[in-house]
Structure formats: C-alpha cells, structure tokens
C-alpha cells in the first residue's frame, strides 16, 4: 500500500497533527482498522508538545464520513457470529469517549455528508465546524439498527424533542439546525475551508475561528419546534406517529410516513434509548448502553435485512420483522438493554467519567 492509498492519512504540520480519512469511493467510511489508526495517532500527539492541535477533515468532495462500513458488518452478522462487529464498535466507542475527552482542541471539518460513525469522529470533537453543504444525521432506524457511538447522548441533549424526531426519521440537519440541536459549534464556509486549515498549522484555534466564523445559513427545526415538541412528547412510538398524523402540518404527516417505514423494532428501542440516555449522565455511561444495545442487534433479522435493502441489493423495500409497531413488546425492546457480563463495554468504570460536567 502506498501512503496515499492508506485510509487514514496522519501528518503534522507547523503546530497542527493532521487526520485525513482517506477512502473518498466509500464516502469514507470508517473501517476497524481506521479506528486504530486515529487511535493510534491521537496517543503520539497527546503528549507531544510539537502538536498543539488536531484537525479531521475527509478526502474527496462529498463529505467527511458516511459512518461505518456496514457492509462489513453485514457479512459478518449473516455469515458469522457478530464477533468482528462487536469488536469494531468496542473500539470505535472507546474512541469516540477519548475524542470528548482529548485534552488539546479537537477541530472536526463536518463538511459534505457526515452520518453514523462519522459523527462519533467528530461531534465529540471541542470545535466542530460545518459549512453551507454539511448534512449530519444518525439514519440507523432505516437500516435496522440504532444511533449509536455517543448519538444517543447528543440527541438526548438537543432542544426539546428535536434530538428525538432527528433519532426516529434519521432526518438530516444542515449548518443552521446542527448548531441548534448542539451537534456543531461554528458555521465556515466551504469555499475559505482551505484558508482555516492552513491557518490552523501557524495560529491558535481562537484566532482562526476568529478569521473565518460567519453566520449559518438559515435552518429549518427551529420553525417546526411546536409540533416537533408536541408530537414527539409522547410515551410510545405509536402515539408519536398519531399525534404527527393528526397534527395537520404537511411536514408532520410527512414524519409520520417517514417513521412507517423504518424498522419499527429499532424505533422503539431508540426511543427506549434517548429516554434513558437524559437519565444516564456522563457520555460513558451513554456508551455502555449503547454497546449493549448494539451487541443486540446482532441476534435480529432486522440488521441484516435493512442493511441488504438500503446498501446491497438497493431494492428500498425491507421486510421488517416484526412487520408492525404494535407487534414489538415491551419485552422485546428491554431486551435490547440486558447486561452484557463480562463482554460489558466498561467506559463508564473508568477514571475520566466524572470529569462530564453535569447535566
């Protein structure tokens, strides 16, 4: 492999430590080795004096990351056991709770598409920055699966329910409203990107903030916040979807059609997840749920099948089982949150946790 073929390009320049995610066919998406690789670079630079700053940004003009490699994951939950995947995300959550906790600024370019994992590589991040063409979402319920790597934390700490309505549609949020919801820091137009990272390798991070920061473009959520917060208030699922259907705001109903198609057993443990999320405190302890809940999806057919509809075969028309809302139990959904024993993810036990500022 040639230094430009490596998936993640790791350089250093003037006082900045470059992290390049480097597979712009695949929109970037990030692979197990990819994660140690950021890993690994993040520990030479943590004690380096040489590096003052860390700055991710993704090759190619579509965007930073399109999240996981879950073809990847496919294979490995329809032809094995789920052993490479549950190692994949033991990793990258591990990474995405040392990302919140770098102690030198964390500077994620969240330019283009950035989904699934690529959030958990750059949301946590100290200064996240997106442009006009940013679109951020956590689009797991479409394939059977459920935001994870710490969404579920920053989800559960948006303005009223618009961390839940971004959770169950998997809607994506531009510059305006990824500011509002908490999951960016700062608008920079695409077209001066190349200005601020160069900047970056000769300036501390506020004087180049302070160069390039410009108002975002105007978002869409704030002015839907009464029915999203109305709507989405309630106990389950199911009254969810009947409070949008009943609302009488075309873009309500809209959501509410959005929800019926998505796997109704990963709705119904998202929403299981967000609620806990807001009790649990620190992004440790969101992690561990997470992983257990991740670990679970392994043994439904939902993750195979949505993951085959949306990205193998294409088809768009996943057969969900079970098929309806009201056929998934309480049961079902707890399930998903049982103790993993000895195969427990951990974070929250370590030394760091109550460094969170409390919430």
Not at 150 to 171: C, F, I, K, V
Not at 193 to 220: K, S, Y
Not at 331 to 348: H, I, K, N, W, Y
């Amino acid at each position: 492999m040639t230094p430009a073929d490596d998936p993640v390009l790791v350089r250093t320049e003037g006082r900045a430590g470059h992290l390049v995610l480097n597979r712009p066919k695949a929109l970037n998406a990030l692979t197990h080795p990819m994660v140690r690789r950021i890993d690994e670079a993040l520990t030479a630079w943590e004690h380096d004096p040489a590096v003052e700053t860390v700055v991710l940004t993704g090759a190619g003009e579509r965007g930073l990351c399109a999240g996981g490699d879950i073809r990847t994951i496919h294979d490995d939950t329809r032809d094995g056991d789920g052993t490479a995947s549950a190692a994949f995300w033991r990793d990258e959550y591990h990474l995405n709770a040392r990302i919140a906790r770098y102690p030198k600024p964390y500077v994620a370019v969240m330019d283009g598409i950035v989904m699934g994992g690529g959030v958990g590589v750059s949301a946590h991040g100290s200064v996240r920055i997106v442009t006009e063409r940013s679109r951020i979402a956590m689009p797991e319920t479409g394939i059977g699966f459920v935001p994870d790597v710490g969404g579920t934390y920053l989800l559960a700490l948006a303005p009223g329910e618009l961390g839940t309505h971004l959770a169950l549609t998997g809607t994506q949020a531009g510059a305006g409203d990824a500011l509002l919801c908490g999951l960016a820091d700062h608008h920079v137009p695409s077209a001066v990107l190349g200005e601020l990272v160069a900047d970056l390798a000769r300036l501390p991070v506020r004087d180049v903030l302070a160069r390039h920061v410009q108002p975002p473009p105007p978002g869409e959520l704030a002015g839907r916040r009464e029915w999203i917060d109305a709507c989405y208030a309630a106990d389950t699922v199911e009254e969810i979807v009947q409070r949008l259907l009943a609302h009488g705001d075309p873009a309500a109903k809209e959501a509410a059609e959005t929800l019926l198609a998505k796997s109704p057993t990963a709705l119904k443990v998202t929403l299981a997840a967000l609620r806990r999320a807001r009790r649990l405190g620190p992004l440790e302890r969101v992690l561990d749920q997470e992983y257990r809940v991740s670990c679970a999806t392994l043994t439904t057919p939902d993750l195979v099948e949505g993951i085959r509809a949306q990205v193998i075969d294409k088809d768009r028309s996943p057969r969900w089982s079970p098929a309806t809302l009201v056929e998934v139990t309480d049961t079902d959904v707890e399930r998903f949150f049982s103790p993993l024993g000895e195969r427990e993810l951990g974070l929250a036990a370590g030394p760091d946790t109550a460094a969170e500022v409390a919430w």
